[in-house]
């Protein structure tokens, strides 16, 4: 079976806040976010558009999504895409959800992912932005 992947149009920032950081309203109101705590901290992963006071922030990350959804007999997954980056020297921030993952790369290394995904036997379309 190919795997498809969906590059979503917008861009995303990584942000880290202290672990009980309150999280402005807005951030519920958008379409898409990812929320990750531990005793250490807290992340979100929201739209670049979101202009949020954190700690700290990495900008400018393009989300390849994979289309699901997928069983969680499915293995292996995430384990090759994040390989074939790894391969040509591309880090990624990934996330999942119970139905799919999502793969995040810098900007500047998009057109790069892209074309080793695809050369790897990927299958890579353009996204108006996932559910």
Known sequence: MR???AVHSR???I???SPNAELPSQ???EEVYFIGKTEEGLTLVISSEVELDSLEQETDWCCLEVLGPLGFSMTGILSKVS???ADVQISIFALSTFDTDYILVKKN???NAIAA???AGYQIIESSDAN
Do not use: D, E
């Open 83 to 85: 390989g074939t980056l």
């Open 109 to 111: 290394r998009l057109t």
């Open 3 to 5: 795997m498809t992947l």
């Open 15 to 17: 942000h880290s806040f």
């Open 27 to 29: 951030v519920f109101a």
């Open 11 to 13: 861009q995303y920032t």
């Open 117 to 119: 995904l695809k050369k």
